[in-house]
Nanobody, 111 residues
Framework: QVQLVESGGGLVQAGGSLRLSCAAP????????MGWYRQAPGKQREAVAL???????IYADSVKGRFIISRDNAKYTMYLEMNSLKSEDSAVYYC?????WGKGTLVTVSS
């Protein structure tokens, strides 16, 4: 069974930064689109940032200018750099690679 391993979540003050990582098996990583999603309590899961196999990135309006998605095809790892964090960014963040979901990592932003 394919597994994704997320890391980097935690508690941070508003205005701070965090970097999330998502490690995936090489068999599904290199030639697939992938992305980060989040789900806050009582809300639906939403797409935060997507990156194509060629490195083209798309962001939700709510995170544009603050978050940066990237991928390292040599390390089979995707990243989400989150800056200027706000309380409304608090959620469980999930990575998705080729339709496979990670278990999620909790991000809590204190105001």
């Amino acid at each position: 069974q394919v597994q994704l391993v997320e890391s980097g979540g935690g508690l941070v003050q508003a205005g701070g930064s965090l970097r999330l990582s998502c490690a995936a098996p090489g068999s599904i990583f290199s030639f697939n689109d992938m992305g980060w999603y989040r789900q806050a309590p009582g809300k639906q899961r939403e797409a935060v940032a997507l990156i194509s196999s060629g490195g083209r990135a798309i962001y939700a309006d709510s995170v544009k200018g603050r978050f940066i998605i990237s991928r390292d095809n040599a390390k089979y790892t995707m990243y989400l750099e989150m800056n200027s964090l706000k309380s409304e960014d608090s959620a469980v963040y999930y990575c998705n690679v080729a339709g496979t979901w990670g278990k999620g990592t909790l991000v809590t932003v204190s105001s």
